[in-house]
């Protein structure tokens, strides 16, 4: 898995590509944790555009950046979510904790 971070003054973006499941969910979230405390932007996105897989490890990534993202009152959104998971987070009740926005093309 593979992950990218840009920054603005107003938002961090944090796009991920491969697959997300236990064996690097940890690393990940050490990388995403540290952008996301260094910049405090209000707003940050996750990007799953290039995400190929994904295990319920991706629901608890999405959960903590939530978690850090909320503490100092700032916006927490996933965007390009495949048609599948999109469901995912839907059914984790995720939607109504974040904004969720599928891919455009689906």
């Known amino acids: 898995m593979a992950i990218k971070i840009s920054s603005t003054p107003m938002r961090v973006t944090i796009a991920l590509s491969g697959e997300m499941d236990h064996h690097n969910a940890a690393a990940?979230?050490?990388?995403?944790?540290?952008?996301?405390?260094?910049?405090?932007?209000p707003n940050v996105r996750l990007d799953f555009?290039?995400?190929?897989?994904?295990?319920?490890?991706g629901i608890g990534f999405v959960l903590g950046?939530?978690?850090?993202?909320?503490?100092y009152g700032g916006n927490l959104e996933v965007v390009n979510l495949s048609r599948r998971l999109y469901s995912m987070m839907k059914l984790a009740g995720l939607e109504k904790l974040v904004t969720l926005k599928a891919k455009n093309k689906e």
């Open 65 to 71: 950046r939530y978690r850090i993202v909320e503490s």
């Open 28 to 41: 990940l979230r050490l990388e995403a944790d540290e952008a996301i405390q260094s910049a405090l932007v």
């Open 49 to 57: 555009g290039d995400v190929t897989f994904m295990d319920s490890s």
